[in-house]
């Protein structure tokens, strides 16, 4: 469709004195301004540098019909038609509506909460979603939601990198940010001009497997060794691993069923034969009913329990640095690559889209490294 045409507009969202407004942005050209102009109630804003109009279904239609057969009318980033998340379990956040009622401070609107379910995100996700607006929403609790633009929000992200806010967690607060006006407020690239920080790609960290089996081996309890067990042995993500059923386990075909992994894909992975018979005695001892790992009340396993579990067993194993359970999925790529897997093998068990992101893992492979001498052993 969009080279049938020389010429083209882009429509953007933006709030102007509190009213929704369609920007209309294009290169110079005599002719598309001439049809601009002739538009209901256009304006010209400098701090947004393009033409604007306010945003209603008859100046939208308007708009495709007076640049039909002139110009293609960019409106992909200007409507809100993303699916829902395909969600095995839907969530429920009213546990998050409770406590807005007994807690002091400004709360997620109702609307936030429920879009949340409505698209169907992930509980971290959405735990984390709204966290972080609630903190942007009492940085400015004297102010309306709709009052904020982009200046004020270039100059509360600057103040979070003051004092030494992660890029993870400006991109974070980016993401919440937008979430609210964009799909909450149904404004779609309200924020373009918000930069991110420049993604970093630091190194995977990993363990020796010497490491992991002194962790494995340092941990008494059969629930907390299956659990690292199959962190290494599988590749798993912590998510992932909480997210197993006991029907996920083939012990015929000694695979793992990931279903609904990050990104939403299913895939099938490793069964260690070495850890099997470790599963089968935590069967027998736990009977967990549903899930692989369950908690007391018999629902999945907490996150943070598998944190402490790994972090305990690298202590009790004399391991100094800090170790995290996706240490250990770092650590199931690089030893397979070091092992000779072929890449493209490793992206599948991985999950990853892309054998780039793979790629990763041969920056911190010991294969080559191991084969070069160095200058003082020459």
Not at 114 to 126: C, G
Request: hydrophobic share 35%; net charge positive.
């Amino acid at each position: 469709m969009e080279e049938k045409y020389n010429k083209r507009i882009s429509l953007k969202h933006l709030l102007i004195e509190g009213r929704k407004m369609i920007g209309l942005q294009f290169y110079p050209d005599s002719e598309i301004q001439a049809i601009i102009k002739s538009l209901p109630e256009i304006k010209w804003s400098d701090a947004y540098g393009m033409a604007y109009l306010p945003n209603t279904k008859e100046n939208l239609s308007l708009i495709y019909r007076k640049f039909k057969g002139i110009a293609w009318v960019n409106g992909n980033r200007f409507y809100t038609n993303k699916p829902a998340k395909p969600e095995s379990t839907p969530i429920d956040l009213d546990k998050y509506r409770k406590k807005n009622r007994y807690t002091s401070g400004k709360k997620c609107p109702d609307s936030f909460l429920s879009k949340l379910e409505l698209k169907r995100y992930s509980e971290h996700t959405a735990r984390t979603y709204i966290s972080m607006f609630e903190r942007f929403m009492n940085y400015f609790s004297e102010r309306e939601l709709f009052d904020i633009n982009e200046n004020d929000i270039r100059m509360y992200l600057q103040e979070l990198v003051r004092e030494g806010a992660s890029d993870s967690f400006l991109n974070q607060m980016i993401n919440s940010i937008k979430f609210y006006y964009e799909v909450v407020e149904g404004m779609p690239n309200r924020f373009y001009a918000i930069e991110r920080p420049k993604k970093s790609t630091p190194l995977p960290k990993v363990l020796s497997k010497e490491e992991i089996i002194a962790m494995i081996d340092h941990t008494e309890n059969i629930k907390h060794k299956c659990i690292i067990e199959l962190l290494y042995s599988s590749g798993l993500r912590r998510a992932e691993l909480l997210d197993l059923r006991i029907t996920d386990i083939d012990s015929k075909r000694m695979i793992i069923n990931v279903k609904q992994g990050k990104g939403k894909k299913d895939r099938l992975t490793l069964l260690s034969v070495k850890m099997l018979d470790d599963l089968r005695t935590y069967f027998k001892e736990y009977r967990p009913k549903e899930y692989l790992f369950e908690g007391i009340n018999g629902k999945r396993y907490g996150a943070t329990s598998v944190l402490n579990i790994v972090k305990n067993a690298a202590k009790k194993a004399g391991i100094k640095k800090k170790v995290t359970p996706h240490m250990l999925r770092h650590s199931f790529a690089t030893h397979l690559l070091e092992a000779g897997t072929d890449l493209r093998y490793i992206q599948e068990l991985l999950g990853h889209n892309s054998t780039r992101t793979t790629e990763i893992y041969t920056k911190v492979a010991l294969n080559n490294i191991k084969s070069i001498k160095s200058p003082l052993d020459m």
